[in-house]
T-cell receptor
Framework: NAGVTQTPKFQVLKTGQSMTLQCAQD?????MSWYRQDPGMGLRLIHY???????DQGEVPNGYNVSRSTTEDFPLRLLSAAPSQTSVYFC???????????????FGPGTRLTVL | SQKIEQNSEALNIQEGKTATLTCNYT??????LQWYRQDPGRGPVFLLL?????KEKRKERLKVTFDTTLKQSLFHITASQPADSATYLC?????????????FGTGTRLTIIP
């Protein structure tokens, strides 16, 4: 049981490049989400999904796309990287659906992204 | 506007003493509050949950209190050890226009001094 896995661990991009951050979980969780963590800002929700084929925006969705074709995978796409997207990105999953339980989040190890 | 504040960015406590971390919030009506631990270079790990109708929760050396009148949660680590050194995050779960929303504080970096 690997939990939540993320790749890559580190990435450097140039402004304007695109890339996909991968996230997978093997706990059969329906709810998955992406956060970014910046100094002094706390974890901020980018996008989330309540099941395969269903995604929605969080607090800071601009510049990011997501899709959920399977229960296990929830990739995050940066369409045209900007220096403001330099951050640490965490993927998380939860057994409970929003409004149905305590919503304990299981986090991946994170991807540290630098945009030059 | 909604706001979550954790008492200080950093807290240094002598080994063996009780560490107390604070999470204050404004303009929220949380249904529950969670505490997470985050080590450098790693993702947060869930520790404890306390619901709005609960005053106190315990787990081994950890204790959480939740005062909805004061809009505050206290997180205590008793008999602290150097291995407890980490950043601790609080997160509030609340309904936001019909959707449940989990909002994180910025964290308190705790150092236990041997």
């Amino acid at each position: 049981n690997a939990g939540v896995t993320q790749t890559p661990k580190f990435q450097v991009l140039k402004t304007g490049q695109s890339m996909t951050l991968q996230c997978a979980q093997d706990m059969n969780h329906e709810y998955m989400s992406w956060y970014r963590q910046d100094p002094g800002m706390g974890l901020r929700l980018i996008h989330y999904s309540v099941g395969a084929g269903i995604t929605d925006q969080g607090e800071v969705p601009n510049g990011y796309n997501v899709s959920r074709s399977t229960t296990e995978d929830f990739p995050l796409r940066l369409l045209s990287a900007a220096p403001s997207q330099t951050s640490v990105y965490f993927c998380a999953s939860s057994f409970d659906m929003p409004g149905q339980g305590p919503n304990e989040q299981f986090f991946g190890p994170g991807t540290r992204l630098t945009v030059l | 506007s909604q706001k979550i504040e954790q008492n200080s960015e950093a807290l240094n406590i002598q080994e063996g003493k009780t560490a107390t971390l604070t999470c204050n919030y404004t303009n929220y009506s949380p249904a529950y509050l969670q505490w997470y631990r985050q080590d450098p270079g790693r993702g947060p790990v869930f520790l404890l949950l306390i619901r709005e109708n609960e005053k106190e929760k315990r787990k081994e050396r950890l204790k959480v209190t939740f005062d909805t009148t004061l809009k505050q949660s206290l997180f205590h680590i008793t008999a602290s050890q150097p291995a407890d050194s980490a950043t601790y995050l609080c997160a509030l779960g609340a309904l936001d226009f019909g959707n449940e929303k989990l909002t994180f504080g910025t964290g308190t970096r705790l150092t236990i001094i041997p």
